[in-house]
C-alpha cells in the first residue's frame, strides 16, 4: 500500500485540512485549479500534482474538498479513469446525496471503494481538528479511512450506503441557515424597539431561543460588522437548494426551508456568492432601516 494521500481542492477548508494531514508526517500529493491554493499547499508541505487524475496514480486515499456536485462528478470520473494506486476517495465536500451515489457506482467499477465524509465546523474546526466528520460507505473498508478522519476531529458513522452521511449534512445546514435567518429577524426587531444587541443576544443566549447563529454567528460577525464568520452565502445557498431538492425527490416538503432559501437567494443577488453567509442578517436590516452592531 502507497503512503501517499491524495488531496483534489485546496481551498479555504481542503487547505486547512490538508495541512493537518501533512502535520500528522503524511505525505500528501494535491492538486486544485487555483495556483495560488497551490502555492500555499507547497508552501505547508504538500507535494502539487496536475490534476485529479495524476493525484490517483500517486495515492491510496484520495480526499476531495470541492465546490459542486458537478465538479465532485468530474472529478470522481477522472479518478475513475486514472488507474494507479487508489483504493478508496473520500468526499469531505458538502454537494448531496445524488452525486455521491453516482460517483460510488463509477469508482466502484473499478474496485476503488468511495466514501462520503462531509464536515461541519467552519475553518476554525477544520484549523483547529475539531470537525464533525458524518461518514457513510463500506464498513469493512472503514477502519483506515477513520484512523486518516482523527486528523479532522470526530467521526460520526452513518451507514454503509453511499450518500447517507451527505443527507444528514444538508438538514444539519439546512437548519444553520434557518437560525441565522429567524435570528436576523429577531435581532433587527429588538434592536429596532431600542434594545442593546449585547442584552439581547445575552437573553437569548440563556432562554430557550438560543441557536448557533446567537451563540456563534452574532457575536463573533454581525456585532463587530467583521461579516468574516469564513462560509461563502453561494456555499449555504448551494447546500440548502440541495437540501429542498433532495427532501423534494424523496417526497419530504420543506415549506420553512423554502423561505429560508428564497432569503439565501436574495442575499446571494445583493452580497454576492462570495460574500460571508451572516450578510443575510443585512437583508432584514435594510427593509427594517436598522443595524445590529456593537
Ligand atoms: P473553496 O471555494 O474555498 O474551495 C474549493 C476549491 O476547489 C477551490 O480552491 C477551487 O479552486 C477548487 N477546485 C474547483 N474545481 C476544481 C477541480 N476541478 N480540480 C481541483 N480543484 C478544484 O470552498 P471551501 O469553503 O473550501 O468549501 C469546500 C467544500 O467544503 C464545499 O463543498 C463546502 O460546502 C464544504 N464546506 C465548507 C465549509 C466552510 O466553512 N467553508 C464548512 C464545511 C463544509
Not at 438538514?171 to 426587531?189: F, I, K, Q
Request: hydrophobic fraction near 45%; proline fraction near 4%.
Amino acid at each position: 500500500m502507497s503512503d501517499t494521500l491524495g488531496f483534489v481542492g485546496l481551498g479555504r477548508m481542503g487547505a486547512l485540512m490538508s495541512k493537518r494531514l501533512l502535520d500528522a508526517g503524511h505525505r500528501v500529493v494535491g492538486c486544485d485549479v487555483t495556483p495560488e491554493a497551490v502555492a500555499a499547499f507547497e508552501a505547508n508541505g504538500g507535494t502539487a500534482a496536475a490534476d485529479a487524475a495524476a493525484v490517483a496514480r500517486q495515492a491510496d486515499v484520495v480526499f476531495l474538498s470541492l465546490p459542486s456536485p458537478p465538479i465532485v462528478g468530474e472529478v470522481a470520473a477522472a479518478i475513475a479513469g486514472a488507474g494507479g494506486t487508489v483504493r478508496s476517495v473520500v468526499d469531505v465536500s458538502t454537494t448531496g446525496p445524488s452525486v455521491a451515489k453516482r460517483a460510488a457506482a463509477a469508482l466502484g467499477e473499478q474496485g476503488i471503494h468511495w466514501f462520503d465524509c462531509p464536515v461541519s465546523g467552519g475553518l476554525k474546526g477544520a484549523r483547529e481538528g475539531t470537525l464533525a466528520c458524518m461518514v457513510s460507505g463500506p464498513k469493512a473498508d472503514y477502519e483506515r479511512i477513520d484512523e486518516l478522519l482523527a486528523c479532522f476531529g470526530k467521526r460520526f458513522y452513518v451507514g454503509d450506503g453511499a450518500g447517507l452521511a451527505q443527507v444528514a449534512k444538508l438538514a444539519n445546514n439546512m437548519l444553520a441557515a434557518a437560525a441565522m435567518v429567524v435570528s436576523s429577524e429577531a435581532m433587527v426587531m429588538g434592536v429596532k424597539a431600542g434594545i442593546d444587541p449585547h442584552v439581547l443576544l445575552d437573553i437569548f443566549n440563556a432562554s430557550t431561543g438560543r441557536n448557533s447563529a446567537t451563540e456563534d454567528k452574532f457575536p463573533r460577525s454581525v456585532l463587530p460588522g467583521t461579516f468574516d464568520f469564513g462560509f461563502h452565502t453561494g456555499l449555504s445557498y448551494k447546500d440548502v437548494r440541495l437540501c429542498i431538492d433532495e427532501a423534494e425527490a424523496m417526497g419530504v416538503p420543506m415549506i420553512a426551508g423554502a423561505v429560508v432559501r428564497q432569503i439565501l437567494a436574495a442575499t446571494n443577488a445583493k452580497y454576492g456568492p462570495t460574500s460571508d453567509f451572516t450578510s443575510i442578517v443585512k437583508i432584514t436590516e435594510d427593509w427594517a432601516g436598522v443595524e445590529v452592531r456593537g
